[in-house]
């Protein structure tokens, strides 16, 4: 059971683990550095003084603030609370733990200056590596020993538990199928058949529910596109709740349905870049898209080229130009901007060298080169 020590929660044997560390010290016996200690302690961490996210390699990495390590130097009672939180950061399993189905490259905690932890990772995804954050709440004692620690299994139901809540499921499933709908259901089925279909065969396949959280994210991965590509973050709560609990099961379903079909109408929008959506503990969404354009000042290279009265002068306009078709053309890959854009680029470009072979190759004059200043400035 989870014990609380001054505002954190952990695990019984991470505090019996420091309160017997803390008797060591109070025997007399002797006394190393605090960081030096913690990492003769525990040789699998990769323990470093900091609050930096995304530094080190592997899952076993955890930065601490210099302020706590301070404290614990100084405060017998905190550096207990951190010595315990330390050894559950040490036996949590982050693949199998607090981020199922995801491939993890690397990933670490942070106890930052105000004694919080927090919680990064870099994963695997269609689209290239992944970078998150997340702050664990381990001051709540429920959160943080269902999510953080792992909520003891529960009893799997027996085989014929299992197919009497099938049947039940069936026969409902069935009368529901018999009553006329109403003019509302009716009009969202037409509206969206698609989507009622795949939501549909979610839950007619999965109808009995899922051994554990593992199962359903793998279903889930499989499923909806948003999960595959790494843009939804469920909470392992929810998740957990999803298991077993149909009606959670079933929202679940509606929310990445609706999502999927969001994001393929917007991924061949010109500035698309990706999009992420957020299932708290409670089931609720938020949800978050980034779009990112380049293009080309059309009226201040036109300003540029007419201001140029040597082909010195041409020369630097035309690399400019040079430098902006490049950006729309890497833009153009990256959908920032569509082929209207590098075309007006290259005609640019094009106009630009047509001048300068009708320009004298010279040095300019005050002038012209005021002027040229000028139009390449504003």
């Not at 003769?40 to 592997?58: A, D, H, Q, R, W």
């Not at 106890?111 to 919080?116: C, H, L, V």
């Not at 020369?315 to 209207?340: F, H, R, T, Y």
Request: proline share 3%.
């Amino acid at each position: 059971m989870p014990v609380k020590v001054g505002a954190s929660y952990v695990s019984e044997a991470a505090y019996e683990f420091a309160k017997a560390r803390r008797a060591e010290k109070e025997e007399g016996k002797e006394e190393k550095g605090v960081l030096k200690e913690l990492k003769e302690k525990y040789p699998g961490l990769n323990i470093t003084v900091g609050t930096g996210p995304f530094s080190g390699t592997g899952t076993n990495n955890l930065s601490i603030s210099p302020r706590i390590l301070k404290q614990m130097e100084q405060d017998p009672e905190k550096r207990m609370e951190y010595e315990a939180l330390i050894y559950d950061v040490a036996h949590t399993d982050v693949n199998g733990g607090i981020m199922p189905g995801r491939k993890i490259k690397s990933h670490g905690f942070i106890i930052d200056d105000n004694g919080g932890l927090r919680s990064w990772s870099i994963s695997e995804s269609d689209e290239g590596n992944r970078r998150s954050q997340s702050h664990l709440k381990r001051s709540e004692k429920k959160s943080w020993w269902e999510e953080m620690l792992g909520k003891p299994k529960k009893k799997k139901p027996s085989a014929k538990a299992m197919q009497e809540l099938l049947e039940k499921n069936r026969e409902k499933a069935a009368k529901e199928a018999e009553e006329p709908k109403g003019l509302l259901a009716a009009l969202q089925a037409q509206a969206n058949p698609v989507r009622d279909k795949v939501v549909q065969n979610a839950r007619a396949e999965k109808v009995a529910g899922f051994a554990d959280k593992d199962e359903l994210y793998k279903y889930l991965q499989g499923s909806f596109e948003v999960v595959k590509g790494g843009m939804a973050s469920i909470s392992g709560k929810f998740l957990q709740k999803c298991v077993t609990d149909e009606e959670s099961r079933n929202r679940l379903f509606d929310i990445l349905k609706a999502a999927d079909e969001s994001y393929a109408k917007r991924k061949d929008e010109v500035g698309f870049q990706g999009m992420q959506i957020t299932i708290d503990e409670n089931g609720e969404v938020t949800s978050e898209s980034t779009k990112s354009t380049v293009s080309i000042n059309e009226d201040k290279r036109r300003r540029q080229i007419a201001a140029a009265s040597t082909k010195g002068d041409m020369q630097s306009v035309i690399a400019l130009l040079e430098e902006d078709l490049q950006q729309v053309e890497d833009g153009l890959k990256q959908n920032m901007c569509d082929e209207a854009e590098v075309a007006k680029a290259k005609k640019l470009l094009e106009l630009a060298k047509e001048r300068m072979a009708k320009l004298p190759d010279r040095a300019p004059t005050p002038a012209e080169q005021s002027n040229m200043t000028a139009n390449m400035l504003i």
